[in-house]
């Protein structure tokens, strides 16, 4: 009788055991970032006018109306691509992990219903200007505290006029460039 104890307390110690073991063995380190976030990579438009990095959101944002004029929806095309693994722009593209962007120029923050947006974005609530676009799309998480968009920014100013003017021509009510 007690050996047949002693076998099965023997028995779970084993088990336990080799439990401990092949969980060291086995660690895997859980990455730190979500497998979503994409890095700002380097840009192809080239930066003229732009030598003012690091520089005021405010200050940088000034600009952009004057940018419009020394930049292409064709350009900004191809910055979209850095967008396209969360966005669709196409009109009745639908959501990806981030929310439909046609239209989006006038289009109050956090405002697609059928979108879960963060409470930032839903809090920030104002209409999406070029100027708004400007700032957020530089820094997001700087603009809008607590946005769950995992996108560094676009640090280039011609970059981000051009993807503008782009999403501008993405619907139905461009908003007026003067
Ligand atoms: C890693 C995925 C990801 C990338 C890349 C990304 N976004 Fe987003 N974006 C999101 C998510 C998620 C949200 C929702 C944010 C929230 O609710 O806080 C969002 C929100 C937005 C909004 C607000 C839309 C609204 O309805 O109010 C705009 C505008 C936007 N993104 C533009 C862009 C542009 C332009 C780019 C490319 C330069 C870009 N995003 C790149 C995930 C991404």
Known sequence: MNKIIISIVLAVILIVGIGKITDIIFYVEKPEKSAYQVANTSTSVSNT???SEGSSNTSDSGNILALFASVNAADGEKVFKKCAAC??????GGNKIGPALWGVLGRKAGSLSDYKYSKAMIAHG???SFEEMDGFLLKPKDWVKGTKMS???LKDAK???ALILYMNKNTNNPLPIN
Do not use: M, T
Request: neutral net charge; aromatic residues 12%; without cysteine.
């Open 49 to 51: 006018s732009n030598s």
């Open 151 to 153: 996108y560094a920014g």
């Open 159 to 161: 970059e981000r006029a």
């Open 126 to 128: 104002k209409p999406w």
């Open 87 to 92: 966005h669709s722009i196409a009109e009745a």
